[in-house]
């Protein structure tokens, strides 16, 4: 994952530009990169590993005046990336996922186009698009051409002398907002950034919507479409509970997703309803106000140091965090029935080893556990996920039915079906738990609000969106 921010502004904005990329940070934590431009341009890359944004920007920057910067964290690569070309000299940061990167790397090898910028030995997708960028006769058509060249998704911002090209990734998965206050306008992936420094929203950038941004205003370039796309994780796990995409919030979303899970689990015997930290806290919260069941915190993140566990790279890394980061309350747990609600099961392995665990040493009784959206059955191929098909449990459940991997799981998608109920059982017991109940696909989406054709579902029923190939809409 990564995300994205950006401010112009009449006054030097320098700690603006870090504070406001800082509150990206949750959508990364391999990498933090800033550019400004003073007399010239400047650009700072920092490994994070997990380490704090702010801290390791300020040293680095707290000499810079500027009034024109962009930031980003990322998990895939560096950026931003610097480039002098003929149409001119530019930094630029994206997020998504470019699917296609090694293919248009290659055919542009061959007309003599070199690579420079390695992520862990692939070309990176930030200098892939730089230089598609470059090769066209202005950056507004070469922002075109890169979306009609991708396949997955990718959005932008580009710092130049003239102000900051922004660009919505073309079927809108993921998320730009433009803010402005007294004297500066911003963008941004997260929305949490703004309220803190001032800023009050302005819209949306429409999928595919091309805008120029300086310190005097925004100038809308090409105003994108209407068709789009959005990835129904952010409102579900990824994005910040502060945070509105499309308008809508997600911690109120979260909220309406517990508050359906548990109108579908009606006469549950249980003596409170907590959510793993953090993203599973508001689903739980949905959960008891329907229920009338109390929430309560068995579980705690220690928050002061660990990050999201599925961020760190490696499973290694992604095993210490997971176990270090939540700690169990025996005054909370003890003799206790749990409802516990999950954002998502990937792998299942945090969940049985780092939470049900530690809840079942802690004397719980019984531990019901309700995942906020349904079992995820494909790799993300839109945004920025390393999932593959064997790293999902219900994949291992799958095999564990069939005798062997299969490539048709239609039967699997259904909730109603036997194959559905026999596969949550093996994960069930895998997890070692008392119960399983996933949410249903209709109340995701119900909850979330906007209509089915609008999100992207792709990870729950594998549905090939419109834009794979970045086909004509
Ligand atoms: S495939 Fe899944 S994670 Fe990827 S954009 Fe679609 S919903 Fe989001």
Redesign the pocket.
């Known amino acids: 994952m990564s995300g994205l921010f950006a401010v112009a502004s009449k006054q030097n904005c320098a700690e603006m530009l870090i504070y406001g990329t800082d509150y990206h940070a949750h959508m990364g934590s391999e990498y933090g990169g800033l550019a400004v431009l003073g007399q010239d341009f400047a650009r700072f890359i920092h490994r994070m590993n997990n380490a704090n944004f702010r801290d390791k920007f300020f040293d680095s920057t707290k000499d810079f005046e500027t009034n024109m910067g962009i930031g980003c964290v990322s998990d895939l690569e560096e950026q931003p990336v610097y480039i002098k070309s003929k149409v001119g000299e530019f930094c630029i940061v994206t997020s998504g996922r470019i699917v296609n990167v090694e293919s248009l790397a290659d055919e542009m090898m061959k007309d003599g186009v070199c690579f420079s910028e390695f992520s862990k030995f692939h070309v990176n997708s930030t200098e892939l698009v730089a230089r598609i960028i470059a090769d066209e006769d202005t950056i507004e058509n070469g922002i075109k051409k890169v979306f009609s060249k991708i396949k997955g ?1 990718c959005s932008l911002l580009i710092l130049t002398r003239q102000g900051i090209y922004v660009a919505r990734d073309f079927f809108g ?1 993921t998320a730009l907002v433009l803010g402005k206050n007294e004297d500066s306008f911003a963008v941004c992936s997260e929305t949490c950034s703004f309220s803190n420094l001032g800023y009050e929203t302005i819209r949306d950038l429409n999928p595919g919507e091309i805008v120029l941004m300086n310190e005097n205003g925004i100038k809308i370039l090409d105003k994108g479409h209407n068709t789009k ?1 959005v ?3 952010l409102w579900i796990y990824t994005g910040f509970p502060a945070s509105n995409y499309e308008g809508l919030n997600s911690e109120i979303i979260r909220e309406k997703s517990g508050r359906l899970l548990a109108k579908r689990d009606k006469g549950i015997d249980a003596d409170l309803v907590a959510g793993v930290p953090d993203s599973g806290l508001a689903h739980a919260v949905g959960y008891a106000m329907e229920s009338g069941l109390p929430f309560r915190r068995p579980l705690v993140k220690y928050t002061p140091t660990y990050g999201r566990s599925y961020a760190p790279p490696t499973q290694h890394l992604r095993n210490i965090t997971a176990k270090m980061k939540l700690v169990a309350i025996k005054e909370v747990i003890n003799g206790n029935s749990l409802v516990l609600l999950e954002d998502s099961i990937v792998r299942g392995t945090q969940l049985k080893n780092f939470t049900v665990e530690k809840l079942w040493n802690a004397g719980a009784k019984a531990i019901h556990v309700r995942p906020a959206c349904p079992p995820l059955m ?1 790799p ?4 920025n ?1 390393t999932r593959t098909n064997s790293e999902l449990v219900t994949r291992r459940a799958i095999k564990e039915i069939e005798g062997k991997d299969i490539e048709d799981v239609s039967e699997y998608l259904d909730h109603t079906t036997e194959k559905y109920a026999k596969m949550v059982d093996i994960i069930r017991k895998y997890l070692n738990i008392t119960s399983l109940k996933y949410q249903i696909l209709e109340d995701m989406i119900e909850a979330i609000g906007l209509p089915e054709k609008d999100l ?4 729950w029923n594998g549905k090939q ?1 419109r834009g794979c190939s970045n086909e004509k809409i």
């Open positions: 998704s998965r796309q990835c129904s994780f494909f993300c191929i839109y945004a996920s992207c579902t792709h990870c969106c």
